[in-house]
């Protein structure tokens, strides 16, 4: 009975109360004038490429701030304003402190991070860290098995970086650094030139949150070249290119082996960054509890100097969704088409860093989170093909059916979702509808993808298609408009939910 009734309601009062002209004439406020025109506010030169935090990014949080102010947006941040901040501390590894030490019979050899020695990943500890060693190789690193013996132990891993590496190994990696073991240090053998990018890639400063917690991250990671550690490998009865070549997994105590990890961090920069938030509240009274998240970040990645051109713009990425953003809000509050649960408009910050400022409202939620039914996100929505757009998600949850059948009933809108053309690029992880995804709330994330200017300075307006920003917005409105109207909510696909929220 009651599934019935729900798919009767799914499917049909909300496409007649949308096809109705006060939606129409909504949807048709959302133009390519305003959307290149708030483009051109947000990726101007004087934002600053809007890095987190920089004096642009506060430019452009209160930018949309004044815009939700005027389209009478309730405030949806902290202490009854639209922000929402959180702190973050930029910083890089501190080289002149930080070392792998390794001592067996008499002899030493040291690592030096920036030199023999890159900082991977996990938590920076504040002491040196000592511990057995226990070696580990296998042919290949990314199917060897991580058992209860790690624990408390400092993991020598033996990775062959002159074959191809498995895309698995990363994860391998991270998997292992949350098994319990003290630190891993990977063994490497990598060729100098390829050694030497990763030193100057592992030397760009990280932006992290303060309230981070530092538990999940793991044990502290380190690569280490071997070329640094010769002797004191061999005083180890350690030798790493027959390890290389035995052709089965090895995993051995070195007793007379001691590891000495010393990591600290030195600090760049630090403050508290908006996240901004606006709500237009739902027409009916029990369902306004409930809310549909629109969601397009804020920031972008700052200056590169050196370049002529040293702003980086974001026009596409991702000025072209807050546009978005913005103009569904105004879209949303002219007269006649309040729906009945309500709406958040959010835009993160910290995004390009990691999806900070998403983790941060996720975990901070300013309204429940059990109430919020969906999540519809855009990043990089300018650029590409005129006529299709890449929805991610599309298959994890009912949201996909809904989007086809609305994309369907608008063929003015010359707009067709598509699913995610480059698995590889595992975009679904990369913005921040992820973080909403893990916590359970269905999405839908819009984007054009990547090109030649992503994340480089030319990514500007000029390069932006604001004729086909304004139609995939205006098929955004009323995808939105419908999961905000109909009773049900949005439903995962059982396998989607256990992968994705029970992570099994
Ligand atoms: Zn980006």
């Not at 082996?257 to 908006?274: A, C, D, F, M, S």
């Not at 917005?473 to 994705?500: E, H, K, M």
């Amino acid at each position: 009975m009651r599934y019935l009734w729900l798919l009767l309601t799914c499917i049909g009062s909300p496409l007649a109360a949308q096809t109705a002209a006060p939606h129409s004439r909504a949807a048709e406020t959302i133009t390519e004038n305003d959307v290149m025109r708030r483009i051109g506010v947000i990726a101007a030169d004087s934002m600053l490429g809007r890095g987190t935090p920089s004096l642009g990014l506060e430019r452009t949080a209160e930018y949309v701030v004044s815009e939700f102010r005027r389209m009478g947006l309730r405030p949806g941040g902290e202490d009854g304003g639209y922000l929402q901040r959180f702190g973050v501390t930029r910083w890089t590894i501190d080289t002149s402190g930080s070392a792998v030490e390794l001592t067996a019979n008499g002899s030493r050899g040291t690592a030096r991070v920036g030199a023999d020695a890159r900082y991977v990943l996990g938590t920076i500890p504040g002491r040196p860290v000592r511990g057995n060693v226990l070696l580990l190789a296998s042919p290949d690193t990314s199917t060897a098995v991580i058992g209860p013996e790690v624990k408390d132990r400092i993991v020598l891993l033996l990775v062959d970086f002159s074959k191809p590496l498995s895309p698995a190994l990363n994860q391998k990696i991270v998997d292992l650094a949350v098994a319990g073991p003290r630190a891993v240090v990977v063994l490497s053998n990598r060729d100098s030139a390829t050694f030497a990018l990763r030193l100057a890639t592992a030397a760009r400063p990280r932006l992290t949150r303060d309230e981070e917690p530092v538990t999940n991250e793991g044990a502290p990671v380190v690569e280490v070249h071997e070329r640094a550690l010769g002797p004191v490998l061999a005083a180890a009865g350690i030798d790493p290119v027959q390890l290389r070549t035995l052709g089965r997994e090895y995993r051995r105590s070195i007793p007379g082996l001691t590891v000495e990890l010393r990591l600290t961090r030195k600090i760049v920069n630090e403050g508290r960054v908006p996240n901004v938030a606006g709500i237009l509240e739902g027409s009916d009274v029990r369902l306004r509890q409930e809310f549909v998240i629109y969601s397009a970040h804020i920031d972008h990645i700052g200056i590169s100097p050196g370049q002529r051109d040293s702003v980086n713009n974001g026009a596409d990425d991702n000025a072209s969704g807050v546009a978005g953003l913005l103009e569904l809000a105004e879209a949303f509050t002219q007269p006649g088409v309040r729906p009945k649960r309500s709406l958040l408009f959010l835009a993160p910050s910290g995004e390009e860093d990691g999806l900070l400022g998403s983790a941060h409202f996720t975990e901070h939620p300013t309204v429940p989170l059990q109430q919020v039914v969906a999540n519809l996100n855009m990043d990089l929505v300018g650029r590409n093909w005129p006529d299709s757009v890449i929805a991610v998600g599309l298959e994890q949850s009912d949201l996909g059916a809904t989007l086809e059948r609305i994309a369907g009933a608008h063929p003015e809108l010359r707009m067709t979702p598509i699913a995610d053309r480059w698995p590889e690029e595992r975009i679904f992880y990369r913005s921040d509808h992820y973080n909403f995804a893990r916590k359970g709330v269905p999405i839908l994330f819009f984007t054009s993808g990547t090109h030649s200017d992503y994340h480089q300075p030319s990514d500007e307006p000029r390069t932006i298609d604001g004729e086909k920003v304004a139609r995939l917005v205006r098929l955004l409105f009323y995808v939105g408009a419908a999961v905000a109207d109909q009773v049900a909510r949005p439903r995962w696909t059982p396998d989607s939910y256990r992968q994705i929220v029970e992570r099994r």
